[in-house]
């Protein structure tokens, strides 16, 4: 009898983990991955605010000198770029210099290393916003190039008044391999998350390759003091913290992506993952909650859906509700995907989402146990 009743009660448990892990699930997919896909942009914004375009930039003479112009030469009628060179020992000085002869409106904050010199990005970006004449500012780093000339233009108008902050996207560049793949895959279904939960009324992050707010909301909430000794946050932390249902839209418009360059080994993309999700534990409680109920639940769905097919319970409910999952994923992610600039990326979507669960977990547990402050060496 006891036997008996352990038995049921484990499979009641199973049964309970299914139906919920499935509610979870078409909840994400339908209110937040369901946004972006469907997403209809507001009308077009005369809005012709000057610009401040901030780069902070350690040691990339190669990006400066392939990407700058693209971003110097935009269709806008008022903005400056200005470039921190933060500590380089290569040739930046040199390029930046060619630069500044050409183009008048480059403005190059120097940042020479010293004993008493920290490090850290944000540290650079702070000086590129304290010398921004501008009252809005619009953010990105020195490996990315905009996809057209109007990438100024279309994010700026994606405000709809000065106070506005504006969520971009920037993809990386499509290149050969499985692991080209795996981080364009983590880049889309990341811009997926931030950009649905902002539609949705709840904006917890930006990344910083593609980000604008108003300068004068950097001063009010102190900058990064919050979460200065981080090597991330300058984008998602800072995002978490100003961004509100009210103050926050995004730009999906094909001319404001930006596209950067990936990483080409397994060994640095798990580094830049280690980094860029040191900061998840700063996100206030219920954004992490709501982070957290869609791999969880998911992964409750396939142990829920593999245990009730060993016992043979709910056959052919269990594999008519992991069919239409496929479905509806499926048909979201080839909308938003062509959104995004990842259409190759679709069918192998079910497969990459679960990979990509079980890598974040590691660099997670990773990170719970060492500590990384660099932002570039």
Known sequence: MHLNLSFESILLFWKIAFLLSALVQLVYLGFVYARVAWYKPPGPSQNEEAVSVVIAARNEYDNLLVNLPSILEQDYSAFEVIVVNDGSFDESASVLQEYKTRYKHLHVVNVIENEQYDGGKKYAVTLGIKAAKYSRVLLTDADCRPASRRWIRTMVNAAVDENQIVLGYSPYAREAGFLNAFIR???????????GFALAGVPYMGVGRNLSYPRGRFFEVGGF??????????????VNKIASRENTSICLDADALVETTPEKTLRNFWWQKRRHLTTGRRYKLWHKVLLLAQPISLLMLLAGSISLLLYQQWIIAVISVLLSRLFIQITIFSRSSRRLGHKDLVLFAPFMEIAMIFLTASVHIANASSKNTKWKN
């Open 225 to 238: 003091r919050d979460h200065y000794k981080l090597a991330s946050g300058d984008d998602d932390l800072f």
């Open 185 to 195: 895959f983590d880049s889309m279904t990341t811009a997926m998350n931030y950009m």
